[in-house]
């Protein structure tokens, strides 16, 4: 009986490391995961049980199958808000169901029972003890792949995307693309497992595949740990064993221990929740060692003539409405190399959304946006950064449960380890290259001062702090041009001086800088040009002197400057 | 035989017209749950499977009259989902913080399953003798129905309808609505988000007993009645709008059980039970698509 039971708790285990690797570092909830193992443990039990394919081929069939599923569901859902993700998953998982239990080809209700003579690599696999090799092959290859995904360049965006898709998005990474990936490759690996788990048992029925199952793996992930895979293992394994422990040491019955652990994985999901949400063993974080190098920037030592510069932002014509309300009306401006451009004028009067339009996050329903040439309107967002343009956000939007480094990290472009291909060939070639850009990172912290506070997590910095570890971020990116959400707002006068220096070494380091800005003592000091928006439009545009000289303007927007 | 064939339909439509009642209350009644206080309530499964056990174990361990039973069934339906609310998910979504959706919805899953277990530990796991009054049935032209499923329809709508005036009308349902559009002005502004969560929880949890109940007496009571229900109960809930007035439930409903049964009549009787996702998925990928339909379009409108 133990043998059997410990079969059993090495493949759950595995399913919640794959479980853990979706929700736990990508922060997709999906309920499915016990519907793509039945997809598996239905595979091999119509393959192999009825037809007689050999087992290996029908488990290979059974990951791709669940892979497809999975793709097809990520398509339609992944893209749309975190409900429809969940909802889309609960009732593919009733639908999955609702077609085992139906159709007679695969044994109605009773499901396909009687699935035995399987051979893997010659060994038959008949008895309990049989079945330990394959399992505790299985969990060691799923936790190798879901490790090697989840604790690398490829994972740390999957932590960005938990934490912030959007502001992850804006450092240049294609979240749904990601996002895609990583739920067709755990549906993959979950099919796997059911097709494993069905073999074992001898049979796949549509209640071996329904929520007990989905909500027993949910109970060791939360045990274990969000994204500590070696947790979900500990719990997997852990709380499998409940149900023999009830039968062999306190004499229940079968039946009864079975739905008695049910209703023990229940208490204990609501215990950890409300006493430990991050479960037993919480999620660890990079260690950085201290900076080593300084970042050298050599300021240049005589600023362009601004008419002089060369334009690298061009846009023209650009307007949106949403509904009857005009957000941006025929926008027209350009960003000169090397220069300070700001953006000012009264609140609503559109400047955020001019920086969405700029950068994709809105498509415009008119005009262009050209970057050194090239036209950037009807690109993703995430390939409108990689082209050399960045923003950084008024409330800052740092991941909050990420280091800074790993904030400054994730936005080093063309990472190796950031594509699945290159992460599965041996070598140390991927944690030699994360190493380099572990420095950069920690160059780019030093740049802005915050190198000391490297492995701080985000969520503990005062906002002055956040908004350097967000200019650094944005700096990472290596992008030409960088657009300054209000930089020095919301932060005393102190941190205001900090800003300015930064906001200038950027610009004499070469790059391009546009700024929101309603501290009008930061944009005389530093902007070249000033553009004044109000009720989505540019009214105006020179210097700031010429600007706040205009009697209108400064009726409508200076006050008594 | 074409007559034939048209009776069947009429029947179709006529049962379709009585599921769609019974899917529109359940996903006014979720609706209100996830649009007001954010929860996805999975336990509604539980709610509603334990009001026809409250009523059954009323009925037949004390000896009471159906009526009075079912009564204390809808009680207990109601209890559970206050208890549920205070109990687990208020707490856990404070604890969650930001992680509160995953939080709850987890939490969700594993009280519901876990109390259905022990439904199935006290009552066993097959269904239940569940009989109420007698019913006789009615012929309306070439349609059947019974009168428990007139009953049953007719409870459905009138729950949907009260529930509407209740929003509208009454003070506490002017809370709810205020909560529902802005949470965290209607605190500032006085109103107990709390408290207006507590009723959302009690209303729905009255909507998923009655529900139960009328469907234990025409169909079976079982542990696991609950959990095609609420996925239906879901898939209205969205598709009529979480944040939406409750009436909208009603097409949304009787248009997914007609679709239901008319289907049946075409396809074989496997396929119905997917009807749900089918509606489903093409919804979604309605709405994925009609997210990115703007970056298809051609953009080089200039000056335009």
Known sequence: MWVNYLDQALLLAALAVTVNLLVGYAGQVSVAHAAFAGVGGYTIAYLSGVHDWPYLASLAVAVLIATAFGVVIGLIALGLEQEYLILMTLAFSLGIIGVFATFDSLGGVMGLTGVDGLRLFGLELEEPSDWLIPSAVVLALVFAICRRLGESPYGRILKGIREDAVATRALGKNTFGHKIGIFAITSGLTGLIGGVYSGWLGQATPSAFGFPLAMAVFAMVIVGGNANLPGSIVAGVGLTMIEPVLRGVLGFQSTQAALLQVVLYGALLVLVMIVRPQGLFPERSKRVAAPTARATVAPRPERPDEHAADVVLRAEGLSKRFGGIVAARDISLELRRGTVTALVGPNGAGKTTVFNLLTGTIAPDAGSVTLNGAELVGMRPDLVVRAGLVRTFQDVRLLNRLTCLENVMLAVPDQQGERLGRLFVPGRAISRADRGVAAQALEWLDFVGMADQAATPSDALSYGQSKLVSLARALATRADVLLLDEPASGVDAAWVETMLSMVAAVRDEGRTVCLVEHNLDVVRELSDHTYFMELGEITASGTLAELTGSARLAEAYFGAQ | ?304
């Open chain 2, 1 to 304: 035989m074409h007559d034939l064939l048209g009776a069947e339909l009429w029947q179709l439509t006529a049962n379709g017209l009585v599921r769609g009642a019974f899917y529109a209350a359940l996903g006014a009644g979720l609706a209100l749950v996830i649009g007001v206080t954010t929860r996805f309530h999975f336990a509604y499964a539980l709610t509603y499977t334990v009001a026809p056990y409250a009523a059954f174990w009323v009925m037949d361990g004390l000896g009471a009259p159906f009526w009075p039973s079912a009564l204390a069934g809808l009680g207990a339906a109601v209890a559970l989902s206050v208890l549920l609310e205070t109990a687990v998910y208020e707490p856990v979504a404070r604890r969650a913080a930001d992680r509160a959706m995953l939080a709850v919805l987890v939490t969700s899953i594993g009280v519901s399953t876990a109390g259905i277990a022990l439904l199935q530990l006290k009552f066993g796991t097959s269904s239940l003798p569940f009989y109420g009054p007698q019913t006789q049935r009615h012929e309306i032209g070439p349609v059947q129905v019974s009168g428990f499923e007139l009953q049953q329809a007719a409870t459905c709508v009138l729950l949907v309808l009260v529930l509407t005036v209740f929003l509208a009308r009454t003070p506490i349902g002017r809370s709810i609505k205020a909560v529902r559009s802005n949470p965290a002005l209607a605190a500032v502004l006085g109103i107990g988000v709390r408290r207006v969560n507590l009723v959302c929880f009690a209303a729905a949890g009255l909507i998923s007993g009655a529900c139960a109940l009328w469907y234990g007496l025409l169909y079976t009571v079982q542990p696991t009645m609950g959990d095609t229900t609420v996925i239906y109960g879901f898939v209205v809930a969205f598709l009529a709008g979480t944040r939406a007035s409750p009436l909208r439930a009603l097409p949304v409903g009787v248009g997914l059980g007609l679709l239901e049964q008319w289907a049946s009549n075409w396809l074989s009787l496997q396929w119905t039970s997917t009807a749900v996702f089918v509606v489903l998925t093409g919804y979604l990928a309605f709405l994925a698509v009609r997210d990115r339909l703007p970056r298809l379009r051609p953009v080089s409108l200039k000056g335009a």
